[in-house]
């Protein structure tokens, strides 16, 4: 008695899964995933670009292609969740977490300051890019990027909201900037700038998140 053919479902989640076991633990051009995952290039190519719009997989600068963010994010998440809790409770002000979607950016973790007059938002808010100082990191606003090799963080001050200020830092990981973190400060509270005031400890946070996930890949 013959195996019943496989239906053209169950053969395209079969694709599937070898693309996503082809980037596991390493980025892959379109040729390296058509050898790794037996498929052709044209067909690894085309099904990792599909895979790159609902967010299972995600393009590098080079071009090559890795996990995406519906993988990465939980990862990300919990490398940062207590480390922007420290963030927040060494500075009593509002840290948060934030990743570039499209022409917007989202809130993917927040941890509110313990004051009163605090700034917070959501998670899950979206807000358009470049507004902020996140938003300027995220959009790769030239300004922003030089800001940060000069000081190592960006800050915006009353420009998205009046009465408040921010200061960002990149989460990089292997060489990629993959989200931000900011900590967001009510300017009554500020004695010289967001960034003057808590660049450092921002982005000693970034670093530190940055380093967790390095290290998580190659565990």
Known sequence: MTSPEPSSS???LARIVAILDAVEGSAASASELARRSGLSVSTAHRLALSMVEYGFLRRTESGD???GHRFVRTTLENAALPVLTDLRDETGET????????DERI????IDSQQELKATLPVGSRLALPAGSSGRLLARDPDALDE?????WVESV???TPGLGSVSAPVMARGEMIATVCLAVPLTRVQ???GQDFGGQVRAAAEHIGLELDQSTQD
């Open 10 to 12: 169950n053969r395209m």
């Open 65 to 67: 292609f890795r996990l």
């Open 95 to 102: 840290a948060q977490l934030w990743l570039r979607r499209g």
């Open 107 to 110: 809130c993917a973790l927040t």
């Open 148 to 152: 940060l090799e000069r000081l190592g």
């Open 158 to 160: 009353a420009k998205r």
């Open 192 to 194: 010289a700038s967001p």
